[in-house]
């Protein structure tokens, strides 16, 4: 994994935590504690990986829109995947000197940003849950991801392919997990979990491994494929 | 009052920042070469040759200047021009290589339409992967990318429809492509007449190849010219798997009507027609792998049968790219075979090439590259102008390239 992805990584589980800490301060702290771990068929660790713990009662909104970035850098999505909780406002800054014609056609939020270089844009809502697949319409190449969720429990798994989250409170839930480069039958991998007052494990295993990563087909930056 | 500056400065700043990729792209670039030739005098000067230099055109040459634009006009249409000069007095000293618009719609499904319009090429080489169509690989194009940059463009409409399954959870991509065209009835003609070559310089717009009435190829030809008043098309395929792997298949047909004669040229339209399929294999970042073949076939004359030509080459590359180096080795084979002729004698090429280039990377401006390039061959029209038909021609080159 590059250095990069382990500090993306560590940078969306801090978000998490941020996130979870905000959404409960000032009310009962409850002890349910949740491990989610995600593994390929031969036992390897699956880092990289979104997860979403959703309530069976849906969580109370948080009362300030949340902000986040979705950069664009040497050519890439910079994070490739974002989290995000459903009401969050996203900006797509350019900081590449080329121009870029950022789209997507996913249902649950098709939009368009005219070709454009900086900040050009104002941010855009994702007001809608689902996962949202972002192109460039210059740079066929860039392709990345925005995993909207209701829920305020939500992380990417780290090098050990695990992710904790804690202080959630107890009740049933429903753990899901998503990866860019799944290659399972179905489109989403799903558990069901009751969490009490102790620490819980939901433990993944794909059926299938990774398809291999989006190659750059050893393209340098300054090229235009003919 | 200095508040009032210190804010205007600031808005502008932030305004400068908006804006700070310009809609309009000009870039040049320049490439010097040192060159040491043994074979026999170059095709371009009256020669049986097949490298673009020869005894007489070595030591420091000019590899090319040139000049590229990328103007976007509106969000979706985009004007694309490139200039070449090859400093080996072409009838204009600088000269288009390609002028065309885009308009490519941003896509609402995986569904994405992209239309052409104007001279550019078709997507048959693999190798040519930087601006201006020029290759990153080697100084020299293999023969097949060589043949496509001396004979063949496209000055018409083209269409493409991709599938985009990368954007949805498909590690496949897949293209069709369609062309109709015009001004391609010469295409044809260097290679039933010299047969294969290896080498950069791509035939502009309004310019000729080869010494006005000397040698093999006289330079009478304008390329891009149309005789007969027919339209070519072309109808290819492209898969892409998870940007790793690279796959096309092409038909090309000028249809060209062999009987309709050019007197301004002393010659008729070429009926040329060919199948293109190669592969793109890069198994990790640092390696990349070519492998493309053509064939086709190429008439010309009012009797019947015309005069009639069968040709095909293909090479195999591989490329290693690690940190500021990239090393390529490449081998090609090809051949022209005439199957009939109205007098009798019947021209044949047959031969192959071996290529190694080591590039180094300086800076994002300045890169330099040595290449060894060796065509083994036997050309029987080189009977006509006195030469041996067998040649064994080597070519040493260093070119040093600078970017803006």
């Known amino acids: 994994m590059p250095p990069d992805m382990h500090r993306r990584s560590a940078l969306l589980a801090a978000t998490v935590t941020a996130c979870t800490l905000l959404a409960w301060s000032g009310r009962p702290i409850a002890a349910a504690e949740l491990s989610v771990t995600v593994h390929a068929p031969d036992g390897s660790a699956i880092s990289g990986a979104v997860v979403a713990v959703e309530p069976a009662q849906p969580a109370a909104k948080p009362r300030t829109a949340a902000r986040a970035s979705m950069d664009q850098r040497e050519l890439k999505f910079v994070p490739n995947v974002l989290i995000v909780r459903t009401g969050t406002a996203v900006d797509f800054p350019n900081s590449d000197q080329v121009r870029h014609q950022v789209y997507s056609f996913s249902a649950p939020k098709p939009f368009q940003l005219s070709l454009y270089a900086g900040r050009a844009h104002p941010p855009v809502v994702f007001d809608r849950p689902g996962l949202i697949t972002l192109g460039c319409n210059i740079h066929d190449r860039m392709i990345g991801y925005i995993y909207v969720t209701d829920s305020p429990w939500f992380g990417a798994t780290g090098r050990d392919g695990s992710l904790r989250l804690r202080e959630l409170p107890a009740g049933d839930y429903t753990v899901r997990v998503w990866h860019p480069r799944l290659a399972e039958v179905s489109a989403q991998l799903a558990q069901r979990v009751t969490l009490g007052n102790g620490a819980a494990v939901s433990s993944f295993r794909l059926a299938r491994p990774l398809r291999p990563a989006m190659r750059s087909g050893g393209a340098e930056k300054s090229w235009e494929d003919y | ?404």
Not at chain 2, 23 to 49: E, K, M, N
Not at chain 2, 90 to 117: G, I, M, Q, Y
Not at chain 2, 283 to 292: A, G, M, N, V, Y
């Open chain 2, 1 to 404: 009052m200095g508040r009032l500056l210190s804010r205007l400065a600031g808005m502008a700043a932030a305004l400068c920042l908006a804006h700070a990729a310009p809609a309009h792209d000009f870039d040049l670039s320049i490439d010097l070469r040192a060159v040491s030739v043994s074979g026999q005098p170059s095709y371009l000067h009256g020669g049986g040759g097949k490298l673009r230099f020869d005894d007489e055109h070595e030591g420091l040459q000019l590899g090319s200047l040139r000049a590229g634009y990328r103007g976007d006009l509106t969000d979706t249409l985009r004007l694309t021009a490139e200039a070449f000069a090859w400093g080996d007095g072409d009838v204009n000293a600088l000269d288009l290589t390609e002028l065309f618009l885009t308009w490519r719609p941003v896509p609402t499904s995986r569904w994405r339409s992209e239309t052409k319009l104007g001279a550019f090429y078709p997507a048959i080489s693999l190798e040519h992967r930087m601006r201006g169509w020029r290759t990153p690989y080697s100084l020299s194009a293999s023969a097949v990318n060589t043949w496509i940059g001396e004979e063949i463009r496209t000055i018409g409409l083209e269409y493409n429809l991709d599938w985009l399954g990368q954007l949805g959870n498909s590690p496949f991509s897949v293209g069709v492509t369609a062309a109709a065209y015009g001004w391609n009835d010469p295409a044809g003609i260097i290679l039933a007449l010299r047969g294969w070559s290896l080498h950069d310089r791509q035939t502009t717009l309004f310019g000729r190849v080869g010494e006005w009435r000397r040698g093999i190829v006289d330079g009478r030809t304008l390329f891009y010219d149309d005789i007969d008043g027919r339209a070519g098309y072309y109808a290819g395929l492209n898969v892409n798997y998870s940007g790793a792997l690279e796959i096309r298949a092409l038909h090309y047909d000028n249809r060209g009507n062999p009987a309709a004669p050019a007197p301004a040229i002393d010659d008729n339209a070429w009926k040329t027609e060919f199948n293109s399929v190669g592969v793109r294999w890069t198994p990790d970042e640092r390696w990349t792998l070519i492998w493309q073949r053509l064939q086709g076939r190429t008439e010309v004359g009012a009797q019947l049968p015309p005069n009639r030509w069968l040709f095909d080459t293909e090479f195999l590359l591989a490329s290693f790219n690690y940190s500021r180096h990239r090393l390529t080795a490449r081998y090609d084979d090809f051949r022209v075979n005439q199957a009939v002729s109205y007098f009798g004698s019947l021209n044949r090429d047959r031969g192959h090439a071996v290529t190694v280039a080591y590039g180094f990377r300086f800076n994002e401006h300045w890169s330099a590259m040595a290449e060894s390039l060796l065509i083994d061959s036997m050309l029987r029209s080189r009977r006509w102008i006195g030469a041996p038909q067998q040649a064994t021609e080597r070519q040493l080159q260093v070119a040093l390239r600078f970017e803006l």
